[in-house]
């Protein structure tokens, strides 16, 4: 079992900057991939970017440059460092989490969920 609770979200003007973090806890082995994913109104959710145990990151193209993905192993926390921010990263972000074989950016493939956190972004 897994519980996510993420933090840091808020209201920021284009161009500006935001860090998401989202602590983790588990019953027994620590989730092979850690992600984050995000929904905008009347949009699907879709993936931004994970990171596994071993420190391998993937980003979506529409982040890439912008959003960094990052682990403290020592605090279980998942962080998303969120830079040049655009009216269109508005959404609700999710931490997800799960145990694998593989890593993926696939809603499908998710396991467990937080509860989300709203970022919104004005121009």
């Known amino acids: 079992q897994v519980h996510l609770v993420e933090s840091g979200g808020g209201s920021v003007q284009a161009g500006g900057s935001l860090r998401l973090s989202c602590a983790a806890s588990y019953t027994y082995d620590r989730p092979y991939c850690m992600a984050w994913f995000r929904q905008a109104p009347e949009k699907e959710r879709e993936g931004v970017a994970y990171?596994?145990?071993?420190?391998?990151?993937t980003y979506a193209n529409s982040v890439k440059g912008r959003f960094t993905i990052s682990k403290d192993n020592a605090k279980t926390t998942l962080y998303l460092q969120m830079n040049s921010l655009k009216p269109e990263d508005t959404a609700m972000y999710y931490c997800?989490?799960?145990?694998?074989?593989?890593?993926?950016?696939?809603?499908?493939?998710?396991?467990?969920w937080g509860q989300g956190t709203q970022v919104t972004v004005s121009s």
């Open positions: 997800a989490a799960r145990f694998g074989p593989a890593c993926s950016l696939d809603v499908t493939l998710i396991t467990y």
């Open positions: 990171i596994t145990t071993g420190g391998t990151t």
